[in-house]
T-cell receptor
Framework: AQSVTQLGSHVSVSEGALVLLRCNYSSSVPPYLFWYVQYPNQGLQLLLKYTTGATLVKGINGFEAEFKKSETSFHLTKPSAHMSDAAEYFCAVSSRAGGYNKLIFGAGTRLAVHP | GAGVSQSPSNKVTEKGKDVELRCDPISGHTALYWYRQSLGQGLEFLIYFQGNSAPDKSGLPSDRFSAERTGGSVSTLTIQRTQQEDSAVYLC?????????????FGSGTRLTVV
């Protein structure tokens, strides 16, 4: 069975500081991994994804994530936080075990950015 | 259409009433998904439609929940005899192909409040 764990339901950083949002997955077969962002009263927007190939993937708004198979992790980072990054972030996984046909989401991490 | 459209955006209903939530996916997207987003619970998979295949209903929480997709396009999620625990944001998403390599496109959701 697939599952996703996001460590920390709330993360608070100062503007300009490093953003690190943690995601660990469970999958018995190679996974596809995704990060989504949800701004208030909006739907979810795809930030970045890992399917195959390079394990460091870059997404929109300066975010990137690295797939580490040995750690079963896919943490999201951004070198310098901006006030506009305040939102909720969701990590998701799909895999061949599930037919690669649906995403399983983590519980989300709410990011606050303060001046 | 240009995006995934959901209606209504907000719905307040009395306990015990039935409700219908509508999703209009992106034209040409063969796969359609319903998720439920409860406070602090992340996104819970409900149901998945792919073309004319039998839907994957494995996430529906009870037999009060049902969904249909007519003509491979518009989908309706129906909740019968609503309960207060059904209060949540119901999100619809669609994707071009069933294999989720590109992620989903989400609608803005329907916020359901059962009073």
């Amino acid at each position: 069975a697939q599952s996703v764990t996001q460590l920390g339901s709330h993360v608070s950083v100062s503007e300009g500081a490093l953003v690190l949002l943690r995601c660990n997955y469970s999958s018995s077969v190679p996974p596809y991994l995704f990060w989504y962002v949800q701004y208030p009263n909006q739907g979810l927007q795809l930030l970045l994804k890992y399917t195959t190939g390079a394990t460091l993937v870059k997404g929109i708004n300066g975010f990137e994530a690295e797939f580490k198979k040995s750690e079963t992790s896919f943490h999201l980072t951004k070198p310098s936080a901006h006030m506009s990054d305040a939102a909720e972030y969701f990590c998701a996984v799909s895999s061949r075990a599930g037919g690669y046909n649906k995403l399983i989401f983590g519980a989300g991490t709410r990011l606050a950015v303060h001046p | 259409g240009a995006g995934v459209s959901q209606s209504p955006s907000n719905k307040v209903t009395e306990k015990g009433k039935d409700v219908e939530l509508r999703c209009d996916p992106i034209s040409g997207h063969t796969a359609l998904y319903w998720y439920r987003q409860s406070l602090g619970q992340g996104l819970e998979f409900l149901i998945y439609f792919q073309g004319n295949s039998a839907p994957d209903k494995s996430g529906l929480p009870s037999d009060r929940f049902s969904a249909e997709r007519t003509g491979g396009s518009v989908s309706t999620l129906t909740i019968q005899r609503t309960q207060q625990e059904d209060s949540a944001v119901y999100l619809c998403a669609s994707s071009l192909v069933p294999v989720v390599t590109g992620g989903y496109t989400f609608g803005s959701g329907t916020r359901l409040t059962v009073v």
